[in-house]
C-alpha cells in the first residue's frame, strides 16, 4: 500500500509507492527525504538533475518477461567520460529492479543475493575471468564514479552525492554490476535489453519514436575563437572545425581536453559531412563526430575513419571507412563468449564462425571533428582485435580500464551514398577489405550446383547409350604361326555397317615367355583403302624370390572412323628364331560398345566455369588474407628469411 505524506520543506505531498523505499526526493523543492514510519525528515537538498536527450521520465511504464513496471526514481552517476542514468523501477509483483541507461545501452538488472565472497575492486583487471552467482564472467569495465543527483523514490540515501566504485561484467547472455558503494558489495544481474521490447508508454513529451529536443550548447573555441556547438548534455567533447582543439562541452569554463599543430593539408577530408541525415536500416541517423585513427605496422601508416551517428531513443551507431571500404558498427551489449583479452585463432558468435584477421596493438587518434559522447583525447589509443566472417566483423577494442565489443557489417559505397544522399560523391573502394563479401562466392555455388545437376543430365544419358547398345562379333578366326615359317595370312571378310565408325581388333595368343610381332593391316575389299598397325606381343614369368610376370598374351586395337562396307584384314607375323614353339592367336573383330571418352569431354567442358569460378574466388581470399596477419608466406619470401 503506498504511503504519502507531506514534504517538511514545502509541504507538496511526497508518495511512496514501494515499501523497499526509503529515501525521496521532493518534485517541487528538491529535498532529500528520509522516511520514519508515518514521518518524512528533510536531510539536505538534492543537486539538479542535468538535463538529456533520455526519452526516460518518471511515471514512465512498461514490461519486462510479461511483468508490468514503473518508473519511479532516478540517479545520476557521474564518471570521467560523462553521466549515465540508472532508473530505479517497481513491478507490479513488487520486486524492484533497476534499468541503466548509458551510451545509448539499456541493461535491466536486479539484486543479487549471494553467500560467495566477492572480488576487491582493487584486485579486479580488464578481461579477467571470474566465477560470479554460477557464472563465468568478463570484467568488461572499471570506473571510480560519483552520484550527483537523483529524484523520486529511492531504496538508500543520495543526499549531496556519493562515491561509486563499480565494475561491469559480461558473458553472451547476462550483464552484472559490482557495485562497491557498500560493504561488502552489492550484486546486480541482468541482462541489455532492447528499447522496443520494453514497450514503454508515458515517455518524455510522449515522443516514443522521436528524440527528446535539448537546447544546444553555442560557444567558442578557447583557441581560436571559432563558434561550436554541443547539441545535448550527453556531447562530452567538441572539436573545433577551425584549429581541432577538442574542448570538454560539460565545462562550464570549456576547458581544453587536447590539441594539435595540423596543416590543412593534413587533415583527412570528411567522405560524409557533419550534420549528414541518413537512413540505416529503415532507422534515421544523423551524423555527428568524425574521428581518424592511425596504426604503424612494420613502418607502415594506416589511416581509417570512424563516423559518430546520433540514432533514436537516445542511441548511437558507427560507421567506418577504410579506402573506400564502409561498415554499419554497433556496440555489442552480449559479446562473445570468448571475451578475454587473449587472442584467440577463432571464436563463435551468433551462431557463426569468425576467424582471427589481425591485431592492432597501438590505434591512436590523430584526427577529431564534431562530437563525441566521452571525452576524446588525440594520441588516445586502444588495442583492436579484428575477426572475420564476411560480411561481418566482430572487433574487441581494450584500453585500460574498458573492453567493448563491436559488430560491423560490410555495407557498399553506393549503399552509404544512397543513405547519406552523396550519390555519385563517394570514391569506388580500393583492394579487397577484411570482411569484404567475395563477389564469386555467389557464383560458385550456383555454376557448382548447376554443374551437378548437368553432370547428371549427362550420366543418364550415358547410362542410356551404354543400357542400349551391346559389343557385336563381325569375326573370329583362328591362326597358328610356326618359327621359322610364319608368312603374311589373310582373314576372311566381314562387313561393316553405316551406322558402326570405329572397330577393335583382337589378338589372344598362347605365349610363353616369348614374343610375336605383327603388322596388322585393314583393307577395304571395295575401293583398296588400308589402314595399317603394327602390334608387339610378348609375355614372360618366372621366379625370383616368388613368382613375377611381365607383359601380357592378350592386345587390341582400335580403328576409327572407318567407313561402311566389307573389310578383310592381314597378318604379317613376326617370331623369335629362338623359340621352337608354335603360337596360337585367335583374332576377333568387334564393334564396342558406347565409351566414356565422350562423356568425359562434356563433364571437362562442363566443368570449366565452376573451376575458373572456384580460381577467381580463390584468388579474392588470397588478397583478402594478404592484408592480415595470417598472410600467405611465398617460397621466395621463405628463402629469403633462411
Known amino acids: 500500500m503506498a504511503l504519502t505524506a507531506s514534504c517538511p520543506s514545502c509541504g507538496a505531498p511526497v508518495e511512496f509507492k ?16 528520509v522516511r520514519h514510519d508515518q514521518n518524512l525528515e528533510d536531510i539536505g537538498k538534492m543537486a539538479p538533475l542535468v ?4 526519452p526516460l521520465q518518471l511515471g514512465a511504464e512498461g514490461s519486462y518477461e510479461g511483468v508490468h513496471f514503473a518508473l519511479i526514481g532516478r540517479i545520476q552517476i557521474k564518471y570521467s567520460q560523462g553521466i549515465w542514468n540508472e532508473w530505479h523501477l517497481l513491478f507490479d509483483d513488487m520486486r524492484t529492479g533497476w534499468l541503466s541507461e548509458a551510451g545509448g545501452e539499456y541493461v535491466l538488472t536486479f539484486m543479487r ?7 576487491a575492486f582493487s584486485g579486479l583487471r580488464i578481461g579477467q575471468r571470474l566465477q560470479v552467482a554460477s557464472q563465468v564472467w568478463t570484467v568488461s569495465n572499471l570506473e571510480n564514479a560519483g552520484c550527483v543527483a537523483g529524484e523520486g523514490e529511492l531504496p538508500f540515501k543520495v543526499g549531496a552525492g556519493y562515491p561509486v566504485a563499480a565494475a561491469d561484467l559480461r558473458n553472451e547472455r547476462h550483464f552484472a554490476t559490482l557495485d562497491y558503494s557498500e560493504t561488502p558489495p552489492l550484486l546486480f544481474v541482468g541482462e541489455a535489453v532492447d528499447f522496443r521490447s520494453l514497450r514503454l508508454n508515458n515517455l518524455r513529451e510522449g515522443r516514443a519514436e522521436r528524440e527528446v ?11 581560436c575563437a571559432s563558434p561550436m556547438q554541443a547539441r545535448s548534455p550527453d556531447i562530452l567533447a567538441v572539436a573545433c572545425a577551425s584549429c581541432g582543439t577538442v574542448v570538454d562541452a560539460a565545462d562550464p569554463s570549456y576547458k581544453i581536453l587536447s590539441r594539435v599543430m595540423r ?17 540505416l536500416d529503415g532507422k534515421p541517423v544523423e551524423v555527428i563526430g568524425h574521428l581518424v585513427r592511425r596504426a604503424r605496422i612494420e613502418g607502415i601508416a594506416y589511416l581509417w575513419s570512424e563516423y559518430l551517428l546520433a540514432a533514436e531513443h537516445g542511441t548511437y551507431r558507427w560507421l567506418t571507412e577504410y579506402n573506400g571500404h564502409w561498415n554499419v558498427v554497433d556496440v555489442l551489449s552480449r559479446p562473445p563468449t570468448s571475451n578475454s583479452v587473449i587472442e584467440v585463432d577463432s571464436l563463435r558468435y551468433d551462431g557463426e564462425l569468425f576467424k582471427h584477421f589481425s591485431t592492432t596493438p597501438l590505434a591512436e587518434v590523430v584526427q577529431i571533428d564534431g562530437e563525441f559522447t566521452w571525452r576524446v583525447k588525440y594520441g588516445e589509443t586502444n588495442r583492436v582485435v579484428d575477426y572475420v566472417a564476411p560480411p561481418r566483423m566482430l572487433s574487441k577494442e581494450t584500453s585500460n580500464n574498458d573492453l567493448n565489443w563491436s559488430l560491423g557489417r560490410y555495407v557498399a559505397p553506393d549503399v552509404i551514398a544512397e543513405a547519406f544522399g552523396q550519390a555519385g560523391k563517394l570514391p569506388a573502394a580500393i583492394g579487397v577489405y577484411a570482411n569484404q563479401p567475395n563477389p564469386w562466392s555467389a557464383a560458385v555455388r550456383r555454376s557448382w550446383g548447376l554443374f551437378a545437376k548437368l553432370a547428371l543430365v549427362a550420366l543418364l544419358v550415358q547410362v542410356f547409350f551404354l543400357f542400349i547398345s551391346s559389343e557385336k562379333l563381325l569375326l573370329r578366326q583362328d591362326f597358328s604361326f610356326e618359327p621359322g615359317f610364319a608368312s603374311e595370312v589373310q582373314s576372311r571378310e566381314f562387313t561393316l555397317a553405316a551406322q558402326q565408325r570405329k572397330i577393335v581388333v583382337r589378338q589372344a595368343t598362347s605365349l610363353d615367355n616369348n614374343w610375336l610381332g605383327v603388322d596388322l593391316l585393314l583393307v577395304n575389299k571395295s575401293t583398296g583403302q588400308a589402314w595399317p598397325a603394327a602390334r608387339e606381343i610378348s609375355y614372360y614369368w618366372g621366379y ?7 607383359g601380357s598374351r592378350d592386345d587390341e586395337v582400335v580403328f576409327r572412323n572407318i567407313p561402311a562396307g566389307t573389310y578383310y584384314l592381314t597378318l604379317d607375323p613376326e617370331m623369335s628364331p629362338n623359340k621352337g614353339v608354335a603360337v596360337r592367336d585367335r583374332l576377333e573383330v568387334v564393334t564396342p560398345r558406347t565409351g566414356w571418352s565422350n562423356f568425359v569431354i562434356v563433364l571437362i567442358f562442363l566443368a570449366a566455369f565452376p573451376v575458373f569460378a572456384s580460381l577467381r574466388k580463390s584468388a579474392f581470399e588470397t588478397q583478402r588474407w594478404a592484408e592480415s596477419d595470417h598472410a600467405p608466406v611465398s617460397s621466395d619470401d621463405s628463402d629469403g628469411d633462411d
Open 113 to 119: 543475493q549471494v553467500n560467495e565472497p566477492l572480488p
Open 213 to 223: 529536443s535539448v537546447q544546444a550548447q553555442v560557444f567558442r573555441c578557447p583557441s
Open 544 to 550: 625370383d624370390d616368388g613368382r613375377w610376370t611381365e
Open 51 to 54: 538535463e538529456d536527450r533520455s
Open 263 to 279: 596543416r590543412r593539408d593534413e587533415i583527412r577530408k570528411l567522405r560524409l559531412p557533419l550534420g549528414s541525415k541518413g537512413n
Open 18 to 33: 514501494s515499501n523497499s523505499s526509503v529515501f525521496a526526493v521532493c518534485a517541487y523543492c528538491q529535498s532529500t527525504l
